[in-house]
């Protein structure tokens, strides 16, 4: 499906400065206009349809080591992502390829990636980026280009410009590359600025070459992402509207004469995943598609992420010309294959299409993982290999993930149990988003703990009333949904999906007796959920907020405390030993 073409009428205009002027704008260029550099005036090299392959991969969460699955088969890890990227641009006739990454490229991450701050994964992608990129937003003939997503936030915007600008600053850590020297990636955002003047954090837009014609590409997070951030993470910085960011600057672009423009976003939606090009009648649901629906018509293709879901679809602009939604899992599990097509006269895309690719690791190319991120790995994991490498208990089966119809799981139930144990509380609550991985069965390693929680989040408890505790439970069926249902310990309950919002949660018994709406009571659970995360604002209400150890800590004192090995019941609500 090709959008309708659009000419630039626009003349370009062209000052003629006394030797004083340009000697001031040289000086003062670097610091001005630094963001907002204009399209280079190009001439296209050809009079011959351009085409262009993006590669896009989204919510990579520091995803180094292998163990991911997809359809029950194995699939990602950086080495076996690396040769199916490093495979896709080497067979690739188009006359060039981008490498885009909508936001979550860190943050959340594996130890191998965690613990040392998140190098080693942007010095992975470093090793896709061409000749022309230094990780600065002028570089035209640059093939990468990257937004920050909400968990690029996690230890701070400080923290976040040092990862992508390089150098150690002042962390113990081991560098596997010293001095640390940044990503090579061009971050754009639009919609994060700077509290205390609203000016852009990171450039709005970055401008790509391919064959003389100008790309726009346009960053904007989600701006959710306060309300999942540890406290204080980014105080700093404000996330404004996503649509409305994105606009304002198609429509700076549009008057440099550009027409071709690529949205990443982090931001997504779910659709039924499928194989194969970009189809019609696609039904996605989520926050990507409003945006989407307000977005100007010169719009032409979405690279989405966040939900790690699959999406491949045409969705509508504010226009009604339609706009190529992508979006590939998460965790290297795979990537979008982005096929455009542009018009040297127009300047324009005329053809767009999408497959999205599952990075299998039991299937060419991935049955020959990459040697040189297989290098990366391994020097990541020796740097963290001391830590990480402790004995914490032997499980006696799996402990997974997988959900009931209730939105519990095993695994769930367990880190609640803990955070209840360990805080000395009557309850605790824990979303469920939080659960990176399963605990497998036999040795279990701090290193396994941490990557099943890879957020150096922090424990904590408050005192609820009764009344707040049942307003909590009912939260998870009001609008607008929360993104993950609660998982609990120390109480239980019913609920009636047939009663109206607000009255569902029918009984509820702490330790087995009817909670007291006017009693009060101690409650564990994460800072982040304790600020109002994932849309939770009655824990806001909380007081005594009493500050625990880490999250990982938590459950391996937990796991530690208990005999060899453990078990779990068939529901999994206890923790017993065999």
């Known amino acids: 499906m090709a959008p309708d073409s659009r000419q630039d009428d626009r003349p370009v205009k062209v000052q003629i400065l006394s030797g004083l002027c340009i000697l001031a704008i040289l000086i003062l260029a670097p610091v001005l206009l630094s963001w907002y550099l204009p399209a280079p005036a190009l001439t296209p090299q050809t009079s011959a349809i351009v085409h262009v392959k993006i590669l896009a991969v989204n919510d990579f969460h520091g995803q180094l080591p292998p163990g991911q699955t997809l359809n029950k088969r194995p699939a990602g890890g950086s080495p076996v992502l690396a040769s199916y990227l490093k495979s896709a641009m080497a067979s690739s006739d188009a006359d060039g390829t981008i490498i885009a990454l909508p936001g979550d490229i860190v943050g959340a991450s594996p130890p191998q990636s965690g613990l040392l701050s998140d190098e080693p994964s942007l010095l992975f992608f470093n090793e896709f980026a061409n000749p022309s990129c230094s990780g600065g937003g002028a570089e035209y003939g640059c093939n990468m280009v990257a937004t920050p997503g909400n968990h690029e936030f996690d230890r701070g915007t400080g923290e976040l410009l040092r990862e992508i600008n390089g150098g150690?600053?002042?962390?113990?850590?081991?560098?596997?590359?010293?001095?640390?020297?940044?990503?090579?990636?061009?971050?754009?955002?639009?919609?994060?600025?700077?509290?205390?003047?609203?000016?852009?954090?990171?450039?709005?837009?970055?401008?790509?070459?391919?064959?003389?014609?100008?790309?726009?590409?346009?960053?904007?997070?989600?701006?959710?992402?306060p309300e999942r951030l540890a406290p204080h993470r980014a105080d700093d910085v404000q996330f404004l509207n996503e649509t409305e960011s994105v606009n304002r600057y198609v429509a700076e672009v549009r008057k440099q004469g550009l027409h071709a423009i690529v949205i990443l976003l982090h931001e997504g939606g779910k659709q039924d995943a499928y194989e194969g090009t970009t189809r019609e009648g696609a039904n996605v649901t989520g926050r990507v598609t409003g945006i989407v629906s307000g977005l100007d018509g010169d719009v032409d293709v979405v690279l989405s992420g966040h939900t790690h879901e699959f999406t491949n679809a045409w969705l509508p602009n504010a226009a009604g010309k339609p706009v190529l939604v992508t979006q590939a899992w998460s965790s290297s599990k795979g990537y979008a294959d982005v096929d455009l097509t542009l018009d040297p006269t127009s300047r324009d895309i005329v053809n767009k299409s999408a497959r999205i690719i599952a990075a299998y690791a039991d299937s060419p190319p991935g049955t020959t993982p990459d040697p040189e991120t297989a290098t990366l790995l391994s020097k990541a994991g020796q740097a963290v290999a001391p830590v990480?490498?402790?004995?914490?208990?032997?499980?006696?089966?799996?402990?997974?993930?997988?959900?009931?119809?209730?939105?519990?799981?095993?695994?769930?139930?367990?880190?609640?149990?803990?955070?209840?144990?360990?805080?000395?509380?009557?309850?605790?609550?824990?979303?469920?988003?939080?659960?990176?991985?399963?605990?497998?069965?036999?040795?279990?390693?701090?290193?396994?703990?941490?990557?099943?929680?890879?957020?150096?989040?922090?424990?904590?408890?408050?005192?609820?009333?009764?009344?707040?505790?049942?307003?909590?439970?009912?939260?998870?069926?009001?609008?607008?949904?929360p993104p993950h249902p609660l998982g609990v310990s120390g109480l239980t309950y019913t609920y009636d999906t047939t009663r109206p919002t607000g009255s569902r949660v029918q009984e509820v018994r702490v330790g087995g007796v009817p909670l007291d709406p006017a009693a009060t009571y101690t409650a564990a659970m994460m800072d982040y959920l304790s600020i109002g995360g994932d849309g939770y604002a009655v824990f806001t209400k909380g007081t005594l907020i009493t500050t625990g150890p880490s999250d990982v800590d938590t459950l391996a004192s937990y796991l530690g405390s208990f005999p060899r090995p453990v078990n779990m019941t068939t529901d999994g609500r206890i923790l017993r030993i065999n």
């Open 388 to 481: 990480i490498g402790r004995q914490v208990a032997v499980v006696a089966q799996d402990i997974t993930r997988e959900k009931n119809a209730d939105g519990e799981s095993a695994l769930g139930d367990l880190l609640a149990d803990a955070q209840r144990s360990v805080m000395e509380t009557d309850v605790a609550f824990i979303t469920t988003g939080t659960l990176r991985s399963d605990l497998k069965q036999g040795n279990a390693t701090w290193g396994d703990l941490y990557t099943i929680q890879p957020f150096s989040g922090t424990v904590v408890s408050m005192k609820l009333t009764g009344q707040q505790i049942h307003d909590a439970l009912e939260r998870q069926w009001q609008e607008p949904l």
């Open 168 to 225: 150690n600053g002042n962390l113990t850590i081991t560098h596997i590359a010293d001095p640390y020297s940044g990503s090579r990636s061009s971050y754009t955002c639009a919609n994060v600025v700077w509290k205390e003047n609203s000016t852009p954090v990171f450039p709005p837009y970055v401008i790509r070459n391919i064959s003389g014609i100008p790309i726009a590409f346009i960053g904007a997070d989600t701006m959710t992402t």
